[in-house]
């Protein structure tokens, strides 16, 4: 036989490329997630508006936008041809162009604009953030910061202000929440200094009372702030924002203050209010992201809240961005889920296999979809009493059949909530962050590539990474956990965690009976942690107790999940979750085929059209 003809860089073997499926439509977690929490008036309608934003982000368009912003990171010019100091931010196109996609299609103003929704709003708006997460290059960051200010200003006009206060907070909210794009506001978050980003209160900016009279008008016409700031911020991400909430010390301690990052100059014409972008970061991912240092000189800005009382205020800032970490860390992952089965499905060995049919293959991503699936349900339980305890009064008010969330009341889900929302960005960022590693590794060399912006999981990988560091590491977020359960709270915070746990396990049939005694099991443990250790011991075993509380969380909400339509593959997945070890371990020599046809059913869920 003759050899056959040499390959070229022309003819040859060519790898078919693969194609990404409308990821709503082919990510049955997330279906099923909509299902669970959107009630059958609110589901069709957005559902639909789910498939079409799907299909959209994958376009040839938005993908070149990606690309952009990925491939153009932002430029600073410090100085003008003449010496003159100046700070002169440029993002790229695609940067700019995604920003106004994420408004446009309600990344935040789902949030607040959608009463019909009340609760469940949050639900549905990161429904949608985690699948435009994988098309997006992080406006997604400014935006976090946005939606916690929305946040904190909304709580700051139902209180006592003054009435000049007011009308600024007021346009600032309407931006804020706004679809509008040039009219829609992002804004920063300012906390981290060089003395500490874990640890604030080494803040070493300074703010100064300078009253009313001094004057001055911000960028769209509004009286300027009644105190200057200065000092130095080391980091700040939504550099191109149009304010910023920020930390500064006072004769009373550290205070939030709000302020617009642009002013009118007396000429009129617009400069930055007492702002020098010092240099931008250098960083592993999020290239499209203008990460800066600051320095603050004379920066005229509101108090926002009590004086001395800013670490507190922030919080509320802090509690959104933290969820939204959680879901962009969730969003990633799910697009390199997407891309490692799209992949599979194409990718053909010697004998003419592809790899979904691989059986170690499909053994690797069966695994990994479990652990995707369990986060994505610790990451939405988040959301779903974050919404709840943003409307209280709706959620008590409604009949028990119209909430879809499996929480007895609104104080339960106020509790649960501010326990959750820690445990859920920490674990949802390190499961992403490996279970992206694993994606990556599933598509061998080409998934180390960058070309293709719809398939590069590279890009993905390096952004999630600092999902665990940014709105706080893991080990901070875990001593947040200490000083929730140990603080004032702490009694009722255990109550209502206890009580929900039990409410729930109470509530299922006989065949989760094996499951239940393993989560009260695991219920019991950490409720002996949380009576039995002080606060330094807790705080040594922190990211354990994380882990606990994670693992109760996603185990009752997969049996919950699979318990709707008795499904057998969630069945199956939520049985591996909990059985942990155990399930992988268990498989008799010689059946190991039947465990294969399930990892085929795991991994590759028929795609719903
Ligand atoms: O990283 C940043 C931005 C990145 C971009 C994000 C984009 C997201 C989108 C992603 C898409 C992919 S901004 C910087 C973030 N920085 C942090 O997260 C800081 C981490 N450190 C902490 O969280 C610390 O726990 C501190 C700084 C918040 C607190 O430290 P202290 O000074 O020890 O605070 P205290 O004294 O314990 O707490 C002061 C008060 C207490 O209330 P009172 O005064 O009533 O006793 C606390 O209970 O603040 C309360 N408090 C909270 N309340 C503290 N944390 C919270 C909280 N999370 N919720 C409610
Ligand atoms: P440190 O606080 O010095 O922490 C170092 C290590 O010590 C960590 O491993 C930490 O877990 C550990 N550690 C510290 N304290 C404790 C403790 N009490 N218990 C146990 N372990 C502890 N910040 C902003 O304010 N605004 C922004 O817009 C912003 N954007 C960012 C963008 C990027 C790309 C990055 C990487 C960071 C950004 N940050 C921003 C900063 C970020 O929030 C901080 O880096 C983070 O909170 C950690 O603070 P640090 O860097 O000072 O680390």
Redesign the pocket.
Known sequence: MSPPNPSSGTTGFFQTPPTLPNQYNEDITLRRIATLYLSPTHLPSISADLTSFASYILTPAVLSHTHNAETHPPTLSTHSTFGHPRSVLTTSEGWRALSAIGHANGIVATAYDSPELAHSARVAQFLKYVLWTGSDALTT?PNA?QDGAARLLANQLKGEISEGQRKVWAEAYERLTSREVGRAWTA???????S????VRGTETVARYVGNDVGGKDESGMPLGDWSVSGF??????TDAQMAILLARTEKGISAFWAPTKRKAAGGETEMNGITIQRL?S?M??KA?P?AELVLEGTRAYLVGKEGEGTRVISTVLNITRVHTAMGALGFYARGLAISRAFARVRKLSDGRTLDNVPAHVRSLAKNTVSYVAAMHLGFFAVAVLGISEHPEQFDAMKAEERMVLVENAQEAVLLSRLITPVAKAICSERSIAGLKEAMDSLGGVGYMEEEPEFNIARLYRDCN?TS????????L??DVVRVVMGRQGRHVKRAFNSWVKTRTGSWGLEWAGMEELISAERDKLDSWWENMDAEEL?YK?KDMLEMIAWIVSSIMMIEDAATDADVVRTEVARRYILRKEAELETLPGIWRRDFNMDQRIAFPSISE
């Not at 911020?233 to 939504?238: D, I």
């Not at 560091?469 to 901070?476: A, F, K, L, Q, R």
């Open positions: 960051c910061m920063g978050q300012w906390m981290t200094e060089r500490g980003g874990s640890d911020k080391w980091f700040s991400s939504a970061k960083k991912g999020t992201l990460t600092v560091i940014w709105e706080g590491t893991s080990n901070v875990a001593a705080a922190g």
